[in-house]
Each structure stands twice: as structure tokens, then as C-alpha cells.
């Protein structure tokens, strides 16, 4: 959480200072390289299946998509707004989960969603 709250006050001053699609690319070339010398100095599996291989390139391509998005939105607006925002992925997970995925649909996970929503609209206000 941390982790994630500074890349995204760092991304915004590399979106004041730089293309923000470039800065993307810099970061997520940085992320990949970290990531990779990651998986080979722990002790991760390399053995990919073709579903597994799929999926993750799949995300990968959201990844892509949520990322430029997200440096994009905070060349145009405030930090406080576009992490506030961009944050609210979990809701779409949350809601392919129920609606897809067959995940349990309750009244409390309803509600949830629903503060979610109104505090993500009092932050952007």
C-alpha cells in the first residue's frame, strides 16, 4: 500500500516533468527488470503452462492499459484524484467476481461497494 501510494506521487512529478507515456514506460521498464531478477533469486517456479502463460499475458495487457491510463489521468488532474480513482480497481474485480465468476453476492459486499463509490466521489469533488 505504501509501495503503491509513493509510485503513484512520484509518477505524477514524472508526468509534470516528461511525457507521461514515456514515464510509464520507464517505470513499468524498471518494475519488469525487478521483477525478473525477482523470479530468478527466489525461489519461483519458471514452469508455465499454456493457460497460466495466457492469463498472465492477458493481465498483462490490462496492466498496460490501467498504467498509461493511470500517468495519462495525472498529467490532467491531481494525484489526490486519479490515485483515488485508478484505486478503484478492486470494484471491478469485485464485480466480475460476483457477476462472473460466481462469487457470493451479499448485502454487505453490496454496501461496500457503494462507500466505495461515494468516497471515491467525495475525494474527486
Not at 512529478?13 to 511525457?19: E, Q
Amino acid at each position: 500500500m505504501v509501495a503503491w501510494g509513493i509510485w503513484l506521487v512520484l509518477g505524477d512529478a514524472a508526468s509534470d516533468s516528461i511525457d507521461p507515456r514515456t514515464a510509464a514506460a520507464i517505470s513499468y521498464v524498471v518494475a519488469t527488470t525487478l521483477t525478473v531478477v525477482y523470479v530468478f533469486v527466489s525461489d519461483a517456479s519458471l514452469v508455465v503452462t499454456p493457460r497460466g502463460g495466457l492469463l498472465a499475458a492477458v493481465a498483462g495487457v490490462f496492466v498496460s492499459i490501467g498504467l498509461i491510463s493511470t500517468y495519462v489521468g495525472l498529467s490532467v488532474g491531481t494525484a489526490t484524484t486519479v490515485s483515488t480513482v485508478s484505486a478503484m480497481y478492486f470494484v471491478v474485480a469485485a464485480l466480475i467476481g460476483m457477476t462472473v465468476l460466481g462469487d457470493d453476492v451479499t448485502a454487505s459486499k453490496i454496501l461496500g461497494l457503494v462507500f466505495a463509490a461515494v468516497g471515491v466521489l467525495l475525494i474527486a469533488r
